[in-house]
């Protein structure tokens, strides 16, 4: 992108993506000398807009996975290994030196590696740089020099997938199709409502400010509370993954013994560990509320499902992914709908598998759904 505006005193820049969409440029201490009004630097789009707030991004290509970041564009003479800080200091030294012996060999110049913390219970970090490696030079789109464009787009729904969660199944069964569809919708409209049933008795509360995620646990009625914070300490992290909550999480619990809010805590920071943005666990507020922090990302799914045309074009899109692959596949939609694909639904559309071409209907007066 060519840069269009520093704010130096904010640690942020504004530039415009060749498609005509603003960003958000978040800028780091070493930044500074590189950030110029004029001047064209790759960027990662690393966070959806929400709140009026435009699509956010970082100076440098990189692409992620679970367990790694590949760096892109690493200069000359500069360290291409590196570790997140939320790793633990003790297990630094260990972890660098087999990230050198590992992935150090699999890196050509310009290229290197962050080893995320999610990634430090790997048996063998030399699969995972490859993977990323490969899926960078197979798929990167060369853009010549002095031109703003789009380096990589990060894939299709599938391979997205399969770069957090590893190498999941593929269910391809015309005769599922119906059935799974009708589970996704379920639980979608049950995600977008703000209380969540849990088997015990007790219930969530999710709600959403501007600033902040809230989370409810209630128990009121539940006689066993070691079954309510057992199913708690699973559910919690489910919520936020199915929600797309990011940012501050704040969670209030019912009073318990501190023996067993410390039993909850380590329940809950082993099933945090299974999501791929990593929330961290910051501990307990001086109000005795339980605070998370998830990293943004993507836009939290009660706001993209708020307004009708969404949902018809989402139910659209899982009935495109049903057809046969590599057959173009025409979708009749309306004008809104339409409108929401071009604009802040375009991620959902340009990530499926499928070839799709978009029809307006000229007459909207028909159900849209």
């Known amino acids: 992108v060519r840069i269009e505006r520093v704010f130096a005193s904010q640690n942020r820049a504004t530039a415009t993506l060749a498609d005509g969409v603003a960003i958000s440029i978040r800028l780091r201490k070493s930044d500074a000398s590189l950030v110029k009004v004029g001047r064209i630097l790759p960027v990662t789009i690393i966070a959806a807009p929400r709140h009026g707030k435009p699509w956010q991004a970082m100076l440098g290509a990189r692409l992620a996975s679970a367990g790694?970041?590949?760096l892109v564009g690493v200069a000359d003479g500069a360290s291409n290994i590196a570790l997140s800080n939320n790793i633990p200091s003790e297990d630094r030294a260990g972890l660098t030196a087999r990230l050198?012996?590992?992935a150090g060999a699999e890196l050509p110049s310009g290229f290197g590696v962050i080893l995320r913390r999610g990634g430090s219970k790997l048996t063998d970090f030399t699969a995972p740089v490859s993977q990323l490696l490969k899926q960078w030079q197979d798929h990167a789109n060369p853009i010549v020099a002095d031109q703003t464009g789009c380096i990589y787009d990060s894939g299709g729904l599938l391979e997205r997938a399969r770069r957090l969660f590893g190498d999941l199944p593929l269910i391809d069964d015309?005769?599922?199709?119906a059935t799974i569809s009708a589970l996704l919708d379920d639980e979608i409209a049950a995600a977008c409502q703000p209380k969540t049933a849990?088997?015990?008795g007790g219930n969530l509360w999710c709600a959403q400010s501007h600033a902040l995620?809230?989370?409810?646990?209630?128990?009121n009625g539940v006689t066993d509370f070691d079954r309510l914070f057992s199913e708690a300490a699973i559910e919690i992290p489910r919520q936020m993954r199915l929600r797309a909550m990011s940012g501050p999480v704040l969670v209030d619990l019912p009073r318990l013994a501190p023996a067993k809010v410390k039993k909850f805590r380590r329940?809950?920071?082993t099933a945090l560990g299974d999501d791929p943005r990593q929330p961290d666990y910051l501990g307990m507020t001086r109000g005795g509320l339980l605070e998370l922090q998830v990293p943004h990302g993507e836009m939290a799914l009660y706001a993209v499902m708020q307004e009708q045309p969404a949902q018809d074009a989402l139910a659209g899109l899982r009935l495109v992914m049903q057809q046969p692959p590599f057959k173009p596949v025409k979708l009749a939609v309306?004008?809104?709908?339409?409108a929401w694909l071009e604009g802040v639904g375009r991620p959902?559309?340009?990530h499926l598998d499928r070839q799709v071409q978009l029809v307006v209907w000229s007459d909207d007066t028909h159900n849209q759904s």
């Open 68 to 70: 790694m970041i590949l």
């Open 100 to 102: 050198l012996v590992e």
């Open 174 to 177: 015309p005769a599922e199709a």
């Open 198 to 200: 849990l088997s015990c």
């Open 213 to 219: 995620w809230s989370i409810d646990l209630d128990g």
């Open 267 to 269: 329940a809950l920071e």
């Open 334 to 338: 309306s004008r809104a709908m339409a």
């Open 348 to 350: 959902a559309l340009d």
